[in-house]
């Protein structure tokens, strides 16, 4: 004998029958939260912020496909010389020069906020460090060649200058796994053969800035007094008794942040 139904399978059969069974899709599950005014949960970077000293969450920049400018016309062309990006995406660009602070708390900051940052890397001042920057890279940052023994380029001949660059080339390579696509001069010197010994290299772009954060704030090489979408900003080596490369940071970004701007990629702009 076929018994009756509970009233719970009729109303499951019912709700079967009308297509109203509860929905299972995730993006319909945060609309009702939302609708409820239950916020959905926060990615780890917007929930940190504050703890880096930021007052808002970092905006995420625009995601673009790497654009390498080894792809500029003729296999001998010179690489470009760029310290501002020609684009209209509200970003920035964040460099760092050297390799002497190793700050874990700095790893843990790039972590947490996904912050894009660009290492230009000197064989003879980061030497002792590889490890710490390779934490850097596995978690997405740049890594730049800065030369092996921080020479100032311009002036130099032709053999000593390439040397200098693809001496790093192979360091870099060796130590990190990486044979780098831009090249930052010391001191911002270079002259012709630099193009040409860094072409040789295998360089793409010779990266200057058109700002640099200084003890009392930022200061521009050119044009406006302020950041704009596309500027290079250096954040330099850290001044004696000065605040750790993590509180410089901040400092930029705070900086970006009141003029609309965050924190862009530089290896999928040049």
Not at 90 to 108: I, K, N, Q
Not at 236 to 263: I, N, Y
Request: hydrophobic content about 40%; overall charge positive.
């Amino acid at each position: 004998m076929r018994r009756g139904r509970g009233p719970a399978a009729v109303l499951a059969s019912a709700l079967l029958l009308t297509g109203c069974a509860q929905s299972v899709d995730p993006i319909e599950r945060l609309g009702k939260k939302a609708a409820e005014g239950v916020r959905p949960p926060r990615s780890a970077a917007d929930r940190s912020y504050r703890r880096w000293g930021l007052t808002r969450p970092l905006a995420r920049s625009p995601v673009h496909p790497a654009r390498p400018l080894a792809d500029h016309p003729g296999p001998h062309a010179l690489p470009p010389v760029a310290d501002h990006v020609a684009t209209r995406d509200p970003v920035v660009f964040l460099t760092y020069d050297d390799g002497a602070e190793r700050d874990p708390r700095f790893v843990d900051m790039v972590r947490e906020l996904r912050l894009p940052v660009t290492l230009f890397l000197t064989d003879s001042v980061a030497a002792p460090g590889y490890r710490h920057f390779a934490r850097l890279r596995a978690l997405g940052a740049g890594i730049g060649n800065h030369t092996v023994d921080h020479r100032a380029p311009a002036g130099l001949p032709y053999s000593g200058q390439r040397a200098e660059i693809c001496g790093q080339q192979d360091r870099l390579s060796a130590r990190l796994g990486v044979r780098p696509r831009l090249f930052r001069p010391p001191y911002g010197s270079y002259d012709a053969t630099t193009l040409r010994a860094a072409a040789d290299c295998g360089i793409s772009a010779i990266v200057l800035w058109r700002a640099a954060l200084t003890p009392t704030g930022l200061a521009y090489t050119h044009g406006p007094h302020h950041l704009r979408p596309g500027d290079i900003v250096v954040v330099g080596p850290e001044e004696s008794a000065g605040p750790p490369l993590r509180e410089r940071m901040v400092r930029v970004l705070r900086e970006a942040q009141g003029g609309g701007l965050t924190a862009g990629r530089l290896e999928d702009y040049l």
